[in-house]
């Protein structure tokens, strides 16, 4: 009977600790997941960047380049 | 009693089981996300390339157009 | 009784099939959380090239702007 306490008793302990681990494991992960967004946003904004580059690349390309040689 | 806490630590147990399979899955669509993400930056760089060699291109045109239409400077009339 | 011995070794294992994952999971929370870190970099370097970019362009547009429209 002894022996059954002890080992409920280790079990005890053990899921204890499982369950500190995994609210860690889980705060962990809302905070990679938070990141990748935020990765998400930074890249939406390149690309709003990359198109406003564009736009004023394509007539300063056609100006300069129509221009006469010397 | 023993029993019964044999069965909370069963439960406790199942629960967690049940979290770390979330969490599997949660990695899972991250490294998703994170391939799409990488790709992306794949393609700005890309893009950033292009740009770049657009622009220097119109820069050398541009340098080498500078004086025309402009009145010779002293040093060019003699 | 045996029935519940074996059920009670079933759960253990469980227990300990837990533990491990845990510690396989939290590897590759870090595993991300690295690589995130590798993916910001990058962004950073993408933004210096803009920046770069656009310090060439804007004494073009400047002299496109001074240009006699035809």
């Known amino acids: 009977f002894t022996n059954q306490a002890t080992q409920i008793n280790a079990w005890d302990k053990l899921l204890i600790a499982n369950n500190d681990k995994i609210v860690a494991l889980n705060d962990a992960v809302q905070k990679v997941k938070a990141d990748q967004t935020t990765l998400e946003q930074e890249l939406e904004f390149i690309a709003t960047q990359h198109a406003e580059l564009e736009e004023s690349i394509a007539p300063l390309q056609k100006e300069f380049m129509n221009m006469p040689q010397v | ?78």
């Open chain 2, 1 to 78: 009693e023993l029993k019964w806490r044999i069965k909370c630590q069963e439960k406790e147990t199942e629960a967690h089981n049940q979290y770390l399979s979330k969490v599997e899955k949660d990695l899972t669509e991250l490294k998703q996300r994170h391939a799409a993400t990488t790709a992306r930056i794949m393609e700005y760089r890309r893009k950033l390339a292009e740009l770049s060699h657009r622009i220097l291109k119109v820069i050398v045109k541009q340098e080498s157009t500078r004086k025309v239409g402009m009145a010779l400077s002293p040093e060019e009339e003699v």
